[in-house]
């Protein structure tokens, strides 16, 4: 019997492989480099800047306060006072509160009694303002929050802008998807059980308006959720699409000097401000917070974020995007840099005018809720949970750039570290043998000299770490050499591969032509190759019953393939086995290469026909016995009179087993549909090889 086939055709070796990121394939020394924004980011980023052109710059020193616990978990918004004090809106759990930063202590400043605020607004006469998920704005003061107007139709106010000129308050809604206008009133003259009038100012064709500003040219501006539009409002009911962005989330919107606008933009829908909220039932709340419901807009999910510039005369210009996550907060400085805060990973990202992007901050809070970048204040809000992290300085003794854990794969000795820098950098090192740092990990090493030999010991992880000491100090180009223990490669299995389809089997189907005999065993192996080295194989044969290992190709052929067409035409038939002998030579030096052999269970080979050793027709009753050198007979067939319609026959004992096979069958049902004879009767037998012979004899 022939063994069943081991392997598919074309198909590749399946082996556990742990690959180093610095190269996908283990030949001696490799090099971890770090190079680029991607590979220099994902570690940990104190008090200093990665560009996209691949330089790590000193930057900012953030400090760290945690809200109230008592204050909600997410930051949704923030609004910076003139006395450099800070208001934080939160959000669930309880959220809706008011946090005032100043001095390093966060305080709750006010209670609106709602599930989250949702955007902060300061009036031209000094009164702050507060959008809730729910109908109501509220006007808040130490310690109180009024309602200050309640809009009618409406489910959540999502945002809010002030006309510098007149003091009226524009309000971005939903799910009605307007701009309230909301008439002036500052807080000498409103009575506490008045509340302003409003007005719908301009209704959009979206459900959700998240995001106002008023630009530089006086007209407001505002941004939707659902088609994702940026309008320009310059009269009650006057409007025009500035753009119509491929995502449905305009998401924020800062004026820039000189008459630019910024906006980000979600190509995945993000949610409102207040994201990861559990935004305000629709209708109108009862007494106290708002009941828990149904969200009027679906949650921020991570996506592609987009900034987007507008000059002057409204040409868009895509300024800088990531296909990773979303975009959530967005600031633009004195200077007219804009500064974007990611919903995924805690990332503060610039650009300039070259489309050059830099990580600026890199927080372990889970998003970016808010900035602030203008007055006396410069501050980062992380979110979820919320803390505010003020600017303290540029550069400084805090300032250290820390790499992600680098994976050597195996057990790795480091050697020599190089980079390019400027200022003064002191650059150090640790190692382990964990995914994340932990106590088992080697101390920080002392700093190293450029191109000085890393002082940690051997481990499968490394982590670098630059300090930074001065304004001035930039490194890049980052490079650390490291050779991995060498493992062996062992074959776990040798065997034949499939044949193509459709000549999967060699013996056609009953009545089918055979296919031309195939001398070459077609040979596979598997193998587990641990350290993902290049492999060379040395394959060599023996029949049965001999000890002599012969070669099943030149000595001077390379294999690298774990496969083989092993020609058989020249040999005897007869059971073999294989040896293959996987060695990883090329890879290592002699003294540390390994090998490792194993054979293949017995192979068939047969390349020559089985034989009639007798035939003939008594009557009608035909008898033959065919006999095979290896075997087993696997079918035995008769076509009559030369027609291609062959139909099988069964042997004597009922099953094709053996190498000897005998046939005694009746020829008349075979000879029913023809005309009375003599007859010619082609008898045609096969082996499991696929080899054929083919008798002819004479019936009545």
Same mark, same amino acid.
């Given at each position: 019997?022939?063994?069943? &086939?081991?392997?598919?055709?074309?198909?590749?070796?399946?082996?556990?492989?742990?690959?180093?990121?610095?190269?996908?394939?283990?030949?001696? @020394?490799?090099?971890?480099?770090?190079?680029?924004?991607?590979?220099?980011?994902?570690?940990d980023? =104190?008090?200093?800047?990665?560009?996209?052109?691949?330089?790590?710059?000193?930057?900012?020193?953030?400090?760290?306060?945690?809200?109230?616990?008592?204050?909600?978990?997410?930051? @949704?918004?923030?609004?910076?006072?003139?006395?450099?004090?800070?208001?934080?809106?939160?959000?669930?759990?309880?959220?809706g509160?008011?946090?005032?930063?100043?001095?390093?202590?966060?305080?709750?400043?006010?209670? *609106?009694?709602?599930?989250?605020?949702?955007?902060?607004?300061? %009036?031209?006469?000094?009164a702050?303002y507060?959008?809730?998920? $729910?109908? #109501?704005?509220?006007?808040?003061?130490?310690?109180?929050?009024?309602?200050?107007?309640t809009?009618?139709?409406?489910?959540?106010?999502?945002?809010?802008?002030?006309?510098?000129?007149? +003091?009226?308050?524009?309000?971005?809604?939903? $799910?009605?998807?307007?701009?309230?206008?909301?008439?002036?009133?500052? !807080?000498?003259?409103?009575?506490?059980?008045? /509340?302003?009038?409003? $007005?719908?100012?301009?209704?959009?064709?979206?459900?959700?308006?998240?995001?106002?500003?008023?630009?530089?040219?006086?007209?407001?501006?505002?941004?939707?959720?659902?088609k994702?539009?940026?309008?320009?409002?310059?009269?009650?009911?006057?409007?025009?699409?500035?753009?119509?962005?491929?995502?449905?989330?305009?998401?924020?919107?800062?004026?820039?000097?000189?008459?630019?606008?910024?906006?980000?933009?979600?190509?995945?829908?993000?949610?409102?401000? +207040?994201?990861?909220?559990?935004?305000?039932?629709r209708?109108?709340?009862?007494?106290?917070?708002?009941?828990?419901?149904? $969200?009027?807009v679906?949650?921020?999910?991570?996506?592609?974020?987009?900034?987007?510039?507008?000059?002057?005369?409204?040409?868009?210009?895509?300024?800088?995007?990531?296909?990773?996550?979303?975009?959530?907060?967005?600031?633009?400085?004195?200077?007219?840099?804009?500064?974007?805060?990611?919903?995924?990973? %805690?990332?503060?990202?610039?650009?300039?005018?070259?489309?050059?992007?830099?990580?600026?901050?890199?927080?372990?809070?889970?998003?970016?809720?808010?900035l602030?970048?203008?007055?006396?204040?410069?501050?980062?809000?992380?979110?979820d949970?919320?803390?505010?992290?003020?600017?303290?300085?540029?550069?400084?003794?805090?300032?250290?750039? *820390?790499?992600?854990?680098?994976? !050597?794969?195996?057990?790795?000795?480091?050697?020599?570290?190089?980079?390019?820098?400027?200022?003064?950098?002191?650059?150090?090192?640790?190692?382990?043998?964990?995914?994340?740092?932990?106590?088992?990990?080697?101390?920080?090493?002392?700093?190293?000299? /450029?191109?000085?030999?890393?002082?940690?010991?051997?481990?499968?992880?490394? =982590?670098? #770490?630059?300090?930074?000491?001065? !304004?001035?100090?930039?490194?890049?180009?980052?490079?650390l050499?490291?050779?991995?223990?060498?493992?062996?490669?062992?074959? @776990?299995?040798?065997?034949?591969?499939?044949?193509?389809?459709?000549?999967?089997?060699?013996i056609?189907?009953?009545? %089918?032509?055979?296919?031309?005999?195939?001398?070459?065993v077609h040979?596979?192996?598997?193998?587990?190759?641990?350290?993902?080295?290049?492999?060379?194989?040395?394959?060599q044969?023996r =029949?049965?019953g /001999?000890?002599?290992?012969?070669?099943?190709?030149?000595?001077d052929?390379?294999?690298?393939?774990?496969?083989?067409?092993?020609e058989?035409?020249?040999?005897?038939?007869?059971?073999?086995?294989?040896?293959?002998?996987?060695?990883?030579?090329?890879?290592?030096?002699?003294?540390? &290469?390994?090998?490792?052999?194993?054979?293949?269970?017995?192979?068939?080979?047969?390349?020559?026909?089985?034989?009639?050793? *007798?035939?003939?027709? /008594?009557? #009608?009753?035909?008898?033959?016995?065919?006999?095979?050198?290896?075997?087993?007979? &696997?079918?035995?067939?008769?076509?009559?009179?030369? #027609?291609?319609?062959?139909?099988?026959?069964?042997?004597?004992?009922?099953?094709?087993?053996?190498?000897?096979?005998?046939?005694?069958?009746?020829?008349?049902?075979?000879?029913?549909?023809?005309? &009375?004879?003599?007859?010619?009767?082609a008898?045609?037998?096969?082996?499991?090889?696929?080899?054929?012979?083919?008798?002819?004899? =004479?019936?009545?």
């Amino acid at each position: 019997m022939r063994l069943p &086939a081991l392997f598919a055709v074309g198909a590749t070796v399946a082996a556990t492989i742990l690959l180093a990121t610095a190269d996908a394939s283990a030949v001696g @020394t490799r090099v971890f480099e770090l190079d680029s924004l991607d590979k220099l980011s994902g570690g940990d980023v =104190q008090g200093v800047s990665i560009g996209s052109d691949g330089v790590v710059r000193a930057g900012w020193t953030l400090g760290h306060l945690a809200l109230p616990s008592d204050a909600g978990t997410t930051a @949704t918004c923030a609004l910076t006072l003139a006395d450099g004090a800070v208001l934080v809106g939160t959000g669930p759990t309880s959220g809706g509160k008011i946090v005032r930063v100043a001095h390093d202590r966060a305080t709750v400043f006010a209670d *609106t009694k709602e599930n989250a605020v949702n955007a902060l607004a300061l %009036g031209p006469d000094g009164a702050i303002y507060a959008a809730t998920t $729910s109908s #109501r704005i509220y006007r808040v003061s130490e310690g109180k929050a009024e309602v200050y107007a309640t809009l009618p139709g409406v489910d959540s106010v999502f945002s809010l802008a002030v006309d510098p000129s007149g +003091g009226a308050l524009f309000a971005g809604t939903g $799910s009605d998807g307007a701009v309230v206008r909301v008439a002036a009133g500052g !807080a000498a003259s409103l009575p506490p059980a008045t /509340q302003r009038e409003s $007005s719908v100012y301009f209704k959009t064709s979206d459900p959700f308006v998240v995001a106002l500003a008023i630009g530089g040219d006086g007209a407001l501006y505002a941004g939707t959720s659902g088609k994702g539009l940026l309008y320009r409002i310059t009269a009650p009911g006057r409007a025009t699409v500035l753009y119509d962005f491929p995502g449905g989330d305009v998401h924020a919107i800062a004026a820039g000097p000189n008459g630019t606008l910024y906006a980000i933009n979600n190509e995945e829908p993000g949610g409102p401000p +207040g994201e990861g909220a559990d935004l305000a039932a629709r209708g109108h709340p009862t007494a106290g917070r708002s009941p828990g419901g149904p $969200s009027t807009v679906s949650r921020a999910k991570p996506g592609k974020g987009s900034l987007w510039r507008f000059d002057a005369q409204g040409r868009p210009e895509r300024m800088m995007h990531h296909d990773e996550f979303h975009y959530l907060s967005l600031a633009v400085d004195a200077r007219g840099v804009p500064f974007v805060g990611t919903g995924a990973e %805690g990332r503060v990202y610039t650009v300039d005018d070259s489309h050059a992007v830099s990580l600026v901050a890199d927080t372990t809070e889970r998003q970016i809720g808010a900035l602030g970048f203008t007055g006396r204040t410069w501050f980062v809000m992380g979110s979820d949970p919320a803390a505010f992290h003020r600017v303290v300085s540029l550069g400084g003794p805090d300032s250290v750039w *820390t790499s992600k854990p680098l994976d !050597a794969g195996l057990l790795a000795r480091f050697g020599h570290a190089t980079w390019r820098g400027t200022g003064a950098v002191a650059l150090s090192t640790r190692s382990g043998d964990t995914p994340t740092p932990d106590t088992t990990w080697s101390a920080w090493s002392a700093p190293i000299a /450029q191109g000085g030999i890393t002082p940690s010991p051997p481990g499968r992880f490394v =982590q670098l #770490r630059a300090r930074m000491t001065d !304004a001035s100090a930039t490194i890049a180009d980052i490079t650390l050499a490291f050779v991995t223990q060498n493992l062996r490669a062992v074959v @776990t299995e040798v065997g034949e591969r499939d044949r193509p389809a459709p000549s999967k089997d060699p013996i056609p189907a009953s009545g %089918g032509e055979p296919p031309k005999h195939d001398s070459a065993v077609h040979l596979a192996w598997k193998v587990d190759n641990p350290d993902n080295d290049e492999l060379r194989y040395r394959v060599q044969f023996r =029949q049965e019953g /001999q000890s002599r290992w012969l070669d099943a190709m030149p000595r001077d052929t390379v294999l690298t393939k774990p496969e083989l067409d092993w020609e058989t035409a020249a040999l005897p038939e007869g059971k073999y086995r294989v040896r293959v002998d996987a060695s990883d030579e090329i890879a290592n030096p002699p003294v540390d &290469a390994t090998h490792f052999a194993l054979e293949s269970p017995p192979l068939t080979v047969d390349n020559t026909p089985p034989v009639f050793k *007798t035939i003939g027709v /008594q009557g #009608r009753r035909l008898r033959a016995e065919v006999v095979d050198g290896v075997g087993p007979i &696997a079918r035995v067939e008769v076509a009559i009179d030369g #027609r291609p319609e062959w139909r099988p026959v069964a042997p004597v004992d009922g099953i094709f087993d053996t190498a000897d096979e005998t046939v005694d069958v009746d020829l008349t049902p075979f000879l029913a549909s023809f005309e &009375a004879g003599p007859h010619i009767v082609a008898v045609r037998a096969f082996d499991a090889a696929g080899n054929a012979v083919v008798r002819e004899v =004479q019936a009545p």
